[in-house]
């Protein structure tokens, strides 16, 4: 079954307040639910719009695997899922971070049960030395877990943070944003190291 998000996706800006959506869009959304697992899709369309009912039956694509996507067929020109393009980070250090996390925020927006994957993950700026100590690193261990912000000019930016998510497997993840024109333009994450089994739902 699918329809419309039962709530505004812009609400999710009050919360990331140095970043603002461009001037002229708004933000829409579908959700697809299949029994109790959830997707969400949030796109930018022009403020004057809004997006048309929802197929039945949505045809979907993945990213890296396990993230859902519409195809573009039968959505209007105007309905763009590239969000990132469309959020505008004020400058700051700190408003790349709120941006990063925002995006992956709308991402997930209206996911459920075994449609969510980013909310398995909690941040982390420490280890606990006794859970650091039983871990597989898959290289050298990091000696700094602080997100970092690295701001090389206007619109120029790299942020890097670290996850922790026990979903199925223990994993710590390290995650890279890269900015261009005050636009996320590359998004990497990668398995610093491995823990025991996690749990399954």
Same mark, same amino acid.
């Given at each position: 079954m699918a329809g419309s998000t039962p709530?505004?996706?812009?609400?999710?800006?009050?919360?990331?307040?140095?970043?603002?959506?461009?001037?002229?869009?708004?933000?829409?959304?579908?959700?697809?639910?299949?029994?109790?697992?959830?997707? $969400? =899709?949030?796109?930018?369309?022009?403020?004057?719009?809004?997006?048309?009912?929802?197929?039945?039956?949505?045809?979907?694509?993945?990213?890296?695997?396990?993230?859902?996507?519409?195809?573009?067929?039968?959505?209007?020109?105007?309905?763009?899922?590239?969000?990132?393009? =469309?959020?505008?980070?004020? $400058?700051?250090?700190?408003?790349? =971070?709120?941006?990063s996390l925002l995006i992956r925020e709308l991402r997930e927006l209206g996911a459920c049960w075994h449609g969510a994957h980013w909310s398995t993950h909690e941040i982390v700026t420490e280890l606990d030395p006794d859970e650091a100590a039983r871990w597989q690193w898959a290289g050298e261990r990091p000696e700094e877990f602080l997100p970092q912000v690295t701001v090389t000019g206007?619109?120029?930016?790299?942020?890097?943070?670290?996850?922790?998510?026990?979903?199925?497997?223990e994993e710590l993840c390290c995650h890279a944003d890269t900015y261009s024109g005050g636009v996320l333009v590359d998004q990497t994450r990668n398995t610093v190291a491995v823990g025991g089994m996690g749990y399954i739902y």
């Open positions: 709530r505004d996706p812009g609400e999710l800006l009050r919360y990331f307040p140095l970043v603002r959506l461009k001037e002229g869009y708004r933000l829409d959304s579908y959700q697809y639910l299949t029994g109790p697992d959830g997707n $969400g =899709f949030v796109f930018a369309v022009p403020a004057d719009r809004r997006l048309p009912p929802p197929p039945e039956r949505p045809d979907l694509a993945w990213r890296q695997g396990i993230i859902p996507t519409p195809r573009a067929a039968g959505l209007p020109e105007w309905a763009r899922e590239d969000i990132e393009a =469309f959020l505008e980070p004020e $400058g700051s250090p700190l408003s790349y =971070f709120q941006c206007p619109g120029e930016a790299t942020v890097r943070f670290y996850t922790v998510t026990r979903y199925v497997q």
